[in-house]
């Protein structure tokens, strides 16, 4: 009988993780759409609630059920019905001792949507977790820097705001931490002129007021000293106006020899005036490519770099350019893309592009073992949390971001990036 209490109990645990898994993965998917920010955050929190509610109505409802069949307060503290003979009569039935759960129905009808939705994900899970092992084969950490700016500069500095003070100083919140990486990734079409071309990757900024300037000039510093060729910046530069004077300060010493491209993402959005924030950036001489695509001689190489930001801005002037510019990007020797969000691979691998630069998704800010990343607001729920993903023709890196508006990261260090390319 305890053996089968311990079962019952696994069942309890897993049913609530599926529950939990289920709704996260509707919080997911609100957040990768380009709703107004007002009707996400409402429905953000009608998710959370419901999420909260439920299991708390099911145990109000079938408390008096649930406690019989999970043994509350004894091993011998079973329902009549808990241990049914099996067709010889000679012991029990286990498998109808096991769920035999009398006038449940709100246990139950939960109990089969969290089972089912972990029946129909984790095929998932496994898939996307080959699709990292698959990756770490042609992408490679050639060198990493961690940098603790509160150790650096003091957490009465480095924290403007309250909660980021507080949250900061909890065990294992990564949240104060700069990691600095250069990585190596193999292509096989790669142009021979173009081995060793060094691309810098900048995203998720978030210039929100709640840190020190300092902590956002020492990553900018990080990325310099990787002496970049060219750097690509994915969106979510800011979050408020009265931010805007950090904008150029921040962005100006990134000056590499074959430019600075840049596309805008949901958070930049928040602004009265965009287009204040697109002059502000393209007055340093940074290229709009949420606008227009470029061609860049670079070693003797024509390059097609092209962005993408959908779904939170307009997508008539990107139609209208990859219409125009379709001739020179099937001629490019290399095509380059930047994208807020990795949801945009399909567009990435219809032009034909080798390589797409994304943020978003934070490397899903908490990242437990085993399980992985959990929130990651894209309609592929954590497959692309962060990393590198090989979707043919297409080599994608989604950034983990350098901050965000919330103060927690377990497991996944904010980051900025330099790729060398070479030829496999």
């Known amino acids: 009988m305890a053996s089968h209490l311990y079962l019952r109990y696994a069942i309890v645990f897993v049913v609530l993780v599926g529950h939990c898994a289920f709704w996260i993965h509707w919080f997911n998917r609100i957040n990768a759409t380009g709703l107004k920010r007002t009707t996400i955050k409402r429905i953000e929190k009608s998710i959370i609630g419901i999420c909260f509610a439920l299991p708390g ?33 000679t012991g029990t039935s286990w498998r109808r001792s096991l769920f035999n759960l009398k006038d449940a129905w709100m246990s139950k009808l939960l109990a089969i949507i969290a089972l089912g939705y972990v029946g129909w994900q984790t095929p998932t899970w496994f898939t996307s977790r080959r699709k990292l092992v698959a990756a770490k084969s042609h992408a490679r950490i050639i060198d990493s820097k961690t940098i603790d700016m509160k150790a650096e500069i003091g957490a009465d500095r480095l924290f403007t705001h309250p909660v980021f003070s507080f949250m900061g100083q ?28 060094r ?30 060729d060219l750097v690509v910046m994915s969106g979510d530069l800011i979050d408020y106006e009265h931010c805007l004077n950090q904008v150029q300060p921040l962005l100006e010493p990134i000056q590499p020899r074959y430019g600075s491209y840049f596309v805008l993402g949901n958070h930049d959005r928040r602004l009265p005036d965009v287009q204040r924030l697109r002059s502000m950036i ?9 606008h227009q695509s470029r061609s860049v001689e670079i070693l003797g190489q024509e390059v097609y770099m092209v962005g993408n930001e959908l779904p939170w ?17 099937k001629s490019a020797s290399f095509r380059i893309g930047v994208s807020h969000s990795p949801d945009q691979i399909h567009w990435a691998k219809k032009l034909d592009l080798q390589l797409l630069f994304c943020g978003h998704n934070h490397g899903g800010q908490v990242q437990l073992p085993v399980i992985g990343p959990l ?44 790729t060398r390319l070479e030829k496999s």
Not at 64 to 89: H, R, Y
Not at 285 to 290: K, V
Not at 409 to 415: G, N, S, T
Request: aromatic share 10%; charged share 20%.
């Open 57 to 89: 109505i099911a145990i109000y409802l079938d408390h008096q059920s649930l406690a019989a069949w999970l043994g509350i307060g004894s091993f011998n503290n079973l329902s009549e019905t808990s241990l049914v003979p099996d067709s010889t009569g």
């Open 170 to 197: 909890l065990p294992l919140n990564e949240l104060h931490w700069i990691q600095s990486v250069t990585e190596e990734l193999a292509i096989s079409d790669l142009p021979s002129q173009l081995r060793g071309l």
């Open 199 to 228: 691309i810098g990757h900048l995203s998720d900024v978030h210039l929100t007021g709640y840190m020190a300037s300092e902590y956002y000039h020492r990553a900018v510093d990080c990325l310099i000293a990787q002496a970049p």
């Open 282 to 290: 393209t007055e340093l001489g940074w290229i709009d490519l949420g």
């Open 313 to 329: 801005f307009d997508p008539t002037h990107r139609k209208k350019d990859e219409a125009s510019s379709e001739t020179f990007r």
């Open 375 to 418: 929130v990651a607001p894209s309609h592929f729920g954590s497959r692309y949390a962060g990393g590198w993903f090989n979707e043919a023709p297409t080599w994608m890196r989604v950034s983990r971001g350098l901050s965000g508006t919330q103060p927690l990261r377990f497991r996944c260090l904010p980051e900025v990036s330099v």
